[in-house]
Structure formats: structure tokens, C-alpha cells
């Protein structure tokens, strides 16, 4: 991660007439409709819609956490659907850091065990695994709570050790789905706050949200509509900081750490 223009040739996420269907016969779904959609290096994208628009389907393809039904999906340029399922779960794991609404966390684990597990899956040895975990805690503002179980937590601060695990193995595409769904308007601006420390860091996040003032946080924002790209609007440059809607109230408002 050198330059921000760097990788600009090459998306990181490129989706082409991407079709998702549940089901067969009379009971198929048809999730996604033809989705074309490319991210590139850098970008900080809030996806938008209603629920049931296809949002975390299309999350779970970029994720590779599922397939499409047609279509084409190229991750960093590798076509995710010609893989074996060990290099896909090994790509998985190493491009991207996912965070969603219900935190996931393990609960009986500390908050430095469950960051260190996605080390743990990337074969990252125990000493450099502890003092990876402990920087990805100390970038969330948590490293002094690295011992507690995310039950002694509040839902802000499960949700930033959630944002510790998925950016501890250095991942270049953040997906979030809903992640502050769960959480009331302070920690809601903390782990805004965070992504965009992320993204400025050169980072690419894709954020999934119906909430217009979590988008406003994004520096584009795509809309999606039965399954299908009905807008996509740039609110700021790849390059450079991504906006701060009302920052001063927030920032006011936010821990301090
Ligand atoms: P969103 O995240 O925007 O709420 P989803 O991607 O979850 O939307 O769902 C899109 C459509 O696909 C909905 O009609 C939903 O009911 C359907 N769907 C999602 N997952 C499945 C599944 N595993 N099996 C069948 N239908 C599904
Ligand atoms: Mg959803």
C-alpha cells in the first residue's frame, strides 16, 4: 500500500452483470439483477437500499462468502469463482476484514483473543499474532481493554474490537454490513470516526447501510433498488480524506482515548 493512485488501474472489487437467484422454480428470488460495479483502490463506498434489495447478498459475493448466479466477479483482479475453496477461504481471509451488525464476536473470548483469530487462520505465529492484535486494539482505542470479554462491553466498544479483528491482518477491502445498525448515535459516530481513519490510511471500505446519514460518511454512494444499481453518486474524491459530516458535535461526543 505505497500510493493511493498506485493500484488505480486495477479495481478491487470489478462486478459484471453480477445475477444472484435463491431457489428454484416457483419459489426463486431473484436478489440480484445484473450488477455492474467497479471499486477501485482507496474508495469509500456506502451501499444503500431498502431491506430486501439485495444489499447483503451483494455483500456476501464481494465477500466471498457466496456465489453468483451469473456474471463475472474479479477481487484485486482473481477471478474469485475459479478457485478452490482452500484459496478462497485463505483470500478470504487475507483481503478482507469484515464487520457486521451483530458484531460477531465470540463471547467467552477476550477482546485480544478474538482479534488475534483471524491471525490464528492466516498462520500467524503467536508472538507477532499477540502485538499485531494489540495494535489493531490500540488503533480502535481499546488496547487497554484487550483482556475483557465483549460481554463487560458496551455495543460501541464490541463493535470497535469487531473493526480490530477485521483490520488485523491488514486486509486492502473493509466490508461492513450495517454495522452501526446496532449501535446509538455516540458509538455510531466512533466507529465512523474509525473507518474514516481506515480509508484515510488508504484503506478501501465498502459500507452497507440504509441510514443516509451513515452514507453522507462515504466518499461515494450507490443505491440499490430490486437488486439492481438504481445511483451512484460521489460525494468526494478517492483520493484524499473522506468527508466528516458533522464533525464538530461528534467529535465532542466521542471517547476519548
Ligand atoms: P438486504 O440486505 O438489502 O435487506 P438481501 O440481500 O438480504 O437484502 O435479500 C435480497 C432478497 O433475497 C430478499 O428478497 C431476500 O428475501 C432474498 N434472500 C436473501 N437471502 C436468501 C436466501 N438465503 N434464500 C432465499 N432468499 C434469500
Ligand atoms: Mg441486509
Known sequence: MTSVTEGAEQPVIRLWRLTKTYGEGEAAVQ?????????????????????GSGKSTLMSIVGCLDVQTTGRYLLDGIDVEMLYEDELSDIRNRKIGF???????????????????????????????????????QAVGLDKRASHRPAMMSGGERQRVAVARAIAVDPSLILADEPTGNLDSVATADVLGIFAELN????????????????????????????QLVED?????????????????HELASVPR
Open 200 to 227: 484515510r490510511q488508504g484503506r478501501t471500505i465498502v459500507l452497507i447501510t440504509h441510514e443516509s446519514d451513515v452514507a453522507q460518511h462515504a466518499k461515494r454512494v450507490v443505491r440499490v433498488r430490486d437488486g
Open 233 to 249: 453518486t460521489r460525494l468526494a474524491p478517492i483520493v484524499g480524506p473522506p468527508p466528516m459530516p458533522g464533525l464538530a458535535g
Open 99 to 137: 464487520v457486521f451488525q451483530s458484531f460477531n464476536l465470540l463471547p467467552g473470548s477476550s477482546a485480544l483473543q478474538n482479534v488475534e483469530l483471524p491471525l490464528t487462520y492466516a498462520k500467524v505465529r503467536s508472538g507477532e499474532r499477540r502485538a499485531r492484535a494489540l495494535a489493531a486494539l
Open 31 to 51: 436478489a440480484l439483477r445484473g450488477v455492474t460495479l467497479s471499486v477501485y483502490r482507496g474508495d469509500y463506498v456506502a451501499i444503500m437500499g431498502a431491506s
